[in-house]
């Protein structure tokens, strides 16, 4: 399954129901089930008022509880939006009530949560400037500029796991990846010293041995000419392959993402139509 | 019982397993959901506050704009932004944030668990 059918399909959320008409798990239980059930991906909600907790978004809700009342096994809630499956579990073992939630999604036809490690660039607005720069930088189309010419993330699921590389562009730190292991990536504050390292931020052109689009500009037009193209090969290959080893290694960019990159005309392309978007936003905007 | 739309009461409570990656200690995110299990407090668990995010999952706007919401998750710039990013901009004087990266779980529980009495 695509990672966008991830971030669209329909979800079942659990409610464990220990209001009036139930009587209350014993707290062991309560947990191991909660436990058991958000390990495999499902929201649970505990409930001990008089609703079941459909909420906006929901589409199916399994309500889990030591009914003492008759419930039926399945109800339309008073939105008439959310489908919901009651099940009695009173001398249940946890897994046990936690199987019963696999098997009522399952005949739902909801998919099976999970699947996809949520990792993706978050912007924090109060320190972005909007200069374009992840825009430019990121080769997966996860950046986009929003209807009022902000900088946005568009395609989350775009992203490349464990790959930060873009935050580390940002000479704002305003790029979080929040499953990042270290700071400020990572969503603690900025320091001082955060902002110092900043200065001294990896420069991409430098590394690329320049203005990144000029030298790709060049590598083309010395592509076409047929002289150069032969003795030119073996010198691009080592180059190229020099500069994703030191950008592997000052971005903490995984293996996996050098190896999925795009061929160097699209990065070409894509490099282009990036900063052509960024220097209009850019424009349009003042040059603020 | 009747299957009724949620009618909230003041603080909510919105723990994060944070469970497709492992920075956040397993041993304060499970004391931390032990004594919210214990405890008499209805409350929400979800599996991972980043996916709702990238979901734009409706009820985190539901959350940001009930009143008041105690959040065990992670960072909070990391937490207001994720949010944010959902379209549900969370109200700095009504969401309390706290981050199970850094603090000790009994800090947290007292702090999301005032005075409450355990159940069961």
Redesign the interface.
């Known amino acids: 399954m695509s990672n966008s059918a991830t ?2 399909r329909p979800i079942l959320r659990v409610a464990i ?1 220990e ?4 009587d ?4 062991g239980s ?2 191991a089930l ?2 058991s059930l ?2 495999k ?18 589409n199916s ?1 399994a ?1 889990l509880g030591r009914f003492t ?1 008759a ?1 039926p096994e399945e ?5 008439g939006a ?1 489908k ?1 499956y009651f099940r009695n579990i009173e001398g249940r073992e946890p897994e046990e009530a936690a199987a019963l939630v696999d098997e009522i999604r399952s005949d739902a036809g909801v998919p099976e ?2 699947g ?5 660039p ?4 109060d320190r972005c400037t909007n200069c374009m720069q992840c825009l430019s930088f990121c080769l997966f189309d996860v950046y986009g500029v929003a209807g009022d010419g902000k900088i946005q ?1 568009r395609n ?2 775009n992203c490349k796991t464990d790959c930060p590389a873009c935050s580390r562009v940002c000479p704002d730190v305003a790029i ?1 990846f ?4 270290h ?1 400020p990536i ?4 900025v320091n001082a010293d955060d902002m110092r390292r900043e200065a001294m931020k990896v420069d991409i052109s430098a590394l690329l041995g320049g203005d990144i689009y000029q030298a790709l500009r060049d590598r083309s037009a010395k592509a076409k000419s047929r002289f150069s193209k032969e003795r030119d090969e073996d010198r691009a290959l080592k180059e190229r392959m020099r500069c994703l080893n030191k950008l592997q290694k000052d971005l903490d960019i995984p293996a996996e993402v050098l190896s999925s990159l795009p061929s160097l005309d699209e990065i070409q392309a894509k490099a282009e139509a990036a900063k052509s978007k960024a220097d209009a936003v850019i424009a349009s905007s003042g040059g603020d | ?7 909230a ?1 003041a603080p909510r409570i919105l723990y994060c ?5 492992r ?1 956040v200690p397993n041993k304060v995110k ?1 004391a931390v ?2 004594a ?3 405890s ?12 709702m ?3 734009k ?3 985190l ?2 959350i940001a704009q009930q009143g008041p919401v105690k959040i065990a998750a ?6 207001r ?2 949010f ?2 959902a379209g549900a901009p969370l109200n700095n004087e009504h969401a309390e944030i706290l981050n199970m ?2 603090a000790e779980a009994d800090d947290i529980v007292r702090e999301i668990l005032p005075a409450r009495k ?3």
């Not at chain 1, 109800?75 to 939105?79: E, K, N, V």
């Not at chain 1, 996809?116 to 993706?120: D, E, G, Q, T």
């Not at chain 2, 008499?40 to 996916?51: H, N, R, S, T």
């Open positions: 971030l669209t129901y209001g009036k008409g139930a209350p798990l014993e707290a309560r947990l909660i436990r958000l390990e991906g499902y929201r649970v909600t505990r409930v001990t008022g008089a609703s079941t907790a459909a909420q906006p978004g929901d809700l309500v009342d419930q109800a339309i809630d008073d939105t959310v919901v949560p999970g996809w490690k949520p990792w993706f978050v912007i924090d607005y993330v989350q699921d979080l929040p499953k990042y292991r700071g990572h969503g603690g504050e | 019982m009747q299957p009724t739309a949620n009618t009461s397993r944070c469970a497709y990656a920075v499970d959901l032990e919210l299990a214990a008499g407090a209805d409350f929400e668990a979800v599996p991972d506050l980043c996916e995010s990238a979901r999952d409706k009820h706007l539901e992670c960072y909070p710039r990391a937490v932004w994720l944010s990013a990266r850094e355990s159940s069961a």
